[in-house]
């Protein structure tokens, strides 16, 4: 089992304790665009131009992301999507695809693949 499994199978656990259940996939959704709001709105007290006024808590990074993840995870599970499954398939698209999209360290080519 995967890790991604394990963090899919804790999340259906702790959600199956609780009659409601898992929320619809549109209010997960709209549960997903809050927490990507709250983690833009971080990245960009600490990159951005807008700064957090004095009166404002510091909130990490990473439990920013993790809020992100539960909720990502949750409407993967509502879904019936294993995530591990669909990352594989997304690397393999981004390996291939976009092997040459970008300058490589390695300094290879796409004219020298075609060679």
Do not use: C, W
């Amino acid at each position: 089992m995967t890790e991604m499994q394990d963090m899919q199978d804790r999340v259906d656990e702790y959600i199956g304790q609780f009659k409601e259940g898992y929320f619809p996939p549109l209010v997960q959704l709209a549960r997903l665009t809050e927490e990507v709001g709250e983690l833009s709105r971080e990245i960009n007290h600490v990159y951005g131009q807008k700064k957090k006024k004095t009166s404002e808590a510091y909130k990490p990074m990473e439990e920013e992301i993790a809020d992100v993840l539960f909720v990502l995870i949750s409407l993967s599970n509502t879904l019936d999507i294993d995530l591990s499954k669909a990352f594989e398939l997304t690397m393999k698209k981004f390996e291939s695809r976009d092997y040459f999209r970008f300058e490589r360290k390695d300094g290879q080519t796409d004219t020298d693949a075609n060679s």
